[in-house]
């Protein structure tokens, strides 16, 4: 049954805290739904935050030709969420989510044709994959429509390069519907590492080795030099290196209150050819891992390309020649918003906490998708030109549009 209009949109804004303190999306990546009528449905609105989101901010779309209600814009997505109202007259919340396990299996192509028994009362038999379409086109509406119809009893699909669609008779259900998909897909990829690796056992830190033993980059580093997190204020900056921090004059590069490390050359170098106000290093053991490869990220997620660019360069890290790597760092990152560092992980840029936050989660889904799909053995990218249209089109409003809630 239909929710009542108040409630609806209170569920909405529930839903999209929900969906950023569980890691499901980042920023205002995905968006919620709920119906209120045979003809009716209430959505999340395009590119404001859903920390600060209010039910006032929830829009009225209509199912059948996606116009909407008042001066505030819906989602963008709002095609894809009326198709699964027209076709799905059970269905009363939506959910579409950027998750990391079911968008890294989406990227090759393909469906989850037997699902785990466990996981089999929530997702029933298949969990399909629709074809790729950029976000917000209504091509990828078509798309996902399309697999809608062909898989009528499938409650979730997964949209290639994108993320998922969860479809629930209500809120709970369609929390357990992203939520059982992620576990399944969870297993789905440790199945596929033990089926290829012939390991009996699955751990992270043997998927990654054999990751890199496999694109002969020999293992994970027993330590990386810490290359540093700083915030820029003004003339200076603030870098914390381990337990110490220390200002920095970004026009001498000398410390002002103490002896500036190595590594305050890479920070000044950028902070003076780029526009952004914080740098943060990246740590995480998937990012160090792409990193000691050697080689640029080419992207596999659409959500990789419009938050940290239509690729990311890795540079060689020559310890004790900072002021040479803090020069092939600033080149190799300008018009992106990260670079790989060999063997060290990579460094972010960004002018808010926002910022910072969703490059982290997306550099850290991006290396694991690089990881992951390449044991499977089947990488699918996505096409450059589209990259290209997303990062304009994602620097020129959404990132502005965000900071400014």
């Not at 959404?398 to 809630?405: A, C, M």
Request: net charge negative.
């Amino acid at each position: 049954m239909a929710y009542e209009i108040e409630k609806a949109k209170e569920l909405v804004v529930e839903a999209g805290k929900k969906l950023v303190e569980t890691g499901l999306i980042a920023r205002t990546w995905g968006n919620v739904s709920a119906r209120i009528s045979d003809t009716q449905f209430v959505i999340t609105p395009s590119g404001r935050a859903y920390e600060d989101l209010t039910p006032n901010e929830i829009v009225t779309v209509n199912i059948e030709d996606c116009e909407y209600e008042g001066d505030i814009k819906p989602s963008s997505e709002k095609g894809v969420h009326a198709a699964a109202y027209r076709h799905h007259p059970e269905v009363d919340f939506v959910i579409h989510t950027h998750q990391r396990a079911a968008t890294i299996v989406s990227i090759t192509g393909m469906e989850i044709r037997n699902v785990y028994k466990e996981f089999r009362d929530v997702l029933g038999d298949r969990v399909p994959t629709a074809e790729y379409a950029m976000s917000t086109t209504n091509s990828l509406r078509k798309k996902v429509e399309t697999c809608i119809v062909e898989n009528p009893d499938c409650p979730a699909i997964m949209l290639m390069h994108h993320g998922t669609l969860c479809m629930g008779k209500s809120y709970e259900e369609a929390f357990e519907i992203a939520e059982t998909l992620e576990k399944c897909c969870e297993k789905v990829i440790k199945d596929n590492y033990l089926r290829h690796s012939w390991e009996n056992e699955y751990s992270e830190e043997n998927r990654r080795n054999y990751f890199l033993k496999k694109v002969d980059a020999g293992e994970m580093p027993d330590e990386i030099c810490d290359l540093g997190s700083s915030v820029k204020n003004g003339n200076m900056f603030t870098l914390t290196v381990g337990d110490d921090t220390v200002d920095v004059d970004i026009e001498t590069g000398l410390g002002i209150n103490g002896i500036a490390p190595k590594c305050a050359k890479i920070h000044r170098e950028i902070y003076l050819s780029e526009n952004c106000s914080i740098i943060k290093h990246i740590t995480e053991p998937d990012v160090i891992a792409v990193s000691c490869t050697g080689d640029p990220i080419v992207p596999m997620i659409d959500d990789f390309a419009q938050i940290v660019g239509l690729d990311v360069k890795c540079v060689e890290w020559v310890d004790g020649d900072t002021d040479a790597c803090a020069k092939k760092i600033v080149k190799a990152i300008k018009g992106r918003n990260g670079v790989l560092i060999q063997g060290n992980g990579a460094l972010v840029t960004g002018n808010s906490d926002g910022d910072i936050q969703a490059l982290e989660i997306i550099m850290d889904k991006g290396c694991a998708a690089v990881i992951d799909v390449n044991i499977f053995n089947r990488p699918h990218y996505v096409p450059k030109m589209e990259c290209f249209l997303m990062r304009t089109v994602y620097l020129a409003k959404y990132s502005k549009q965000i900071n400014e809630k």
